[in-house]
């Protein structure tokens, strides 16, 4: 599992983080319809029913159905502005910030070319559709607005379940592939890799070992306890030595005395 892969996933909870936070601040700016707060109020009702065990759960389910058609229905426009951010914020701004958005700067690393070559908008787009939830957003816009309520429902289960398996695959990739990439930066043509202070691309191999050379801090405690080892030996023997010594001085002296005597 390659470090960088771990400095990905970070600087795409970054991006998803500020990009939610603008659209909860436009969400403020749109006036909200008398359905949508009805609609709300009965979710909050049902979520209360079903709590205290007041509805079962196909009459909790055929609830929230309703609530979930009719919320969807009235937040087509907060939908479409937010969709329109995303745009702006994972397309227009790395292409025109040297490949890098808010998280990747900040985590020092950019999107480039898997082919060494200059990246088009149409590349950062057909990677933003997957990765970004734009496409499953423009699919829950569209169906909302030209198919029945049954319809609607159906399809949003199918597209939900599709695109959670297709994220877990997508993760699965950039944590684990030798190259880190997701099944997004192999349709779009892209790679994430690396970058200076400077913004340029720090070659995988000084990054491989600018990792094996900084000492973990196992190591670091195993180095530590091994000097105070060997500075708690070293006067021990010096002591051993001494003792040797002085007795072999004392072993001496006796036979001189008894040469002495005899």
Not at 124 to 151: E, H, M, P
Not at 158 to 184: P, T
Not at 213 to 224: G, L, M, N
Request: net charge positive; proline share 2%.
């Amino acid at each position: 599992m390659k470090p960088m892969s771990y400095k990905r996933v970070l600087a795409y909870l970054i991006d998803v983080l500020l990009v939610s936070f603008i659209g909860v601040l436009i969400g403020y700016l749109i006036p909200v319809s008398s359905e949508y707060e009805k609609a709300d109020a009965d979710l909050r009702d049902a979520l209360s029913d079903y709590s205290n065990k007041k509805i079962d759960d196909e009459a909790y389910l055929e609830k929230l159905n309703d609530v979930s058609y009719t919320i969807s229905k009235e937040s087509v426009a907060l939908t479409t502005i937010t969709i329109v951010v995303y745009i702006i914020y994972f397309v227009v701004v790395p292409y025109y910030y040297n490949g890098q958005t808010f998280g990747k700067k900040i985590m020092k690393m950019k999107i480039v070319s898997n082919q060494d070559k200059k990246l088009s908008m149409n590349n950062y787009l057909i990677r933003a559709l997957i990765i970004d939830s734009i496409l499953s957003n423009i699919i829950g816009v569209v169906t909302v607005l030209f198919l029945t309520k049954s319809a609607y429902i159906a399809s949003s289960n199918i597209v939900s379940n599709i695109f959670m398996y297709l994220y877990i695959v997508i993760f699965a990739m950039i944590l684990f592939q030798k190259d880190g990439r997701g099944l997004h930066d192999i349709i779009a043509g892209t790679k994430v890799v690396m970058v200076d202070d400077n913004g340029d691309v720090v070659p995988e191999a000084e990054v491989v070992n600018e990792k094996k050379e900084e000492p973990t801090q196992i190591e670091t405690v195993k180095e530590v306890k091994e000097e105070d080892t060997k500075k708690e030996t070293k006067p021990k023997t010096t002591k051993a030595k001494s003792t040797k010594t002085t007795s072999k001085k004392t072993s001496t002296k006796s036979k001189t005395t008894n040469t002495k005597k005899n």
